[in-house]
């Protein structure tokens, strides 16, 4: 079975500075899906960014970029010119290409983000 | 469209009663997904839907709890008899099962509050 782990469970940043949020996975499938979920204070799930496994160059979206190494089973997330905004819950999650289509989620780490 | 609807919002009973969780998938979405999120553990999948039919529920704590989902714009997530260790916030999902890389639309979530 996939699993999924976040190794910080609270990590800080001030405005404007850069974070990085760790997430290590463990899989024996080559072809599967990752994401990087925030959920606010709100409770609502928002999709921040999303990688093909087969996919070597790393997603970006504005200022959230991934660092995808597959052979280290390694995914961290890169918040540049942290925002208030940003601060919230973020999790890891993977998804099988051809087995289980549900999402594995790793515990989360919370982020704030200091003025 | 209005997204993946879920009700309550918040529910608030004593231990005993029986508690009943709605959810009505985004239109067109075939696979259904009900996730329980806890502080201690995290976001963790109770059971999902495809096509109506259950897959996995797996991850179903015990008896008490039971799923269905009579059509295809409708489940329920069923706790009989509910227990304050069921106090969480219950999610559900939505997707596509031949477009694995998008993500999972969740609802807003029902906040579970057993007494």
């Known amino acids: 079975a996939q699993t999924v782990t976040q190794s910080q469970p609270e990590m800080s940043v001030q405005e404007a500075e850069t974070v990085t949020l760790s997430c290590t996975y463990d899989t024996s499938e080559s072809d599967y899906y990752l994401f990087w979920y925030k959920q606010p204070p709100s409770r609502q799930m928002i999709l921040v960014i999303r990688q093909e496994a087969y996919k070597q160059q790393n997603a970006t979206e504005n200022r959230f970029s991934v660092n995808f190494q597959k052979a280290a089973k390694s995914f961290s997330l890169k918040i540049s010119d942290s925002q208030l905004g940003d601060a919230a819950m973020y999790f890891c999650?993977?998804?099988?290409?051809?087995?289980?289509?549900?999402?594995?989620f790793g515990k989360g780490t919370k982020l704030t983000v200091n003025p | 469209d209005a997204g993946v609807i879920q009700s309550p919002r918040h529910e608030v009973t004593e231990m005993g009663q029986e508690v009943t969780l709605r959810c009505k998938p985004i239109?067109?979405?075939?696979?259904l997904f009900w996730y329980r999120q806890t502080m201690m553990r995290g976001l963790e999948l109770l059971i999902y839907?495809?096509?109506?039919?259950?897959?996995?529920d797996s991850g179903m704590p015990e008896d008490r709890f039971s799923a269905k989902m009579p059509n295809a714009s409708f489940s329920t997530l069923k706790i009989q008899p509910s227990e304050p260790r069921d106090s969480a916030v219950y999610f559900c999902?939505?997707?596509?099962?031949?477009?694995?890389?998008?993500?999972?639309?969740f609802g807003s979530g029902t906040q579970l509050s057993v007494l």
């Open positions: 999902a939505s997707s596509l099962t031949r477009v694995r890389s998008e993500k999972l639309f």
């Open positions: 999650a993977y998804r099988s290409e051809r087995g289980s289509e549900k999402l594995v």
């Open positions: 839907f495809n096509n109506n039919v259950p897959i996995d």
């Open positions: 239109s067109g979405h075939n696979s």
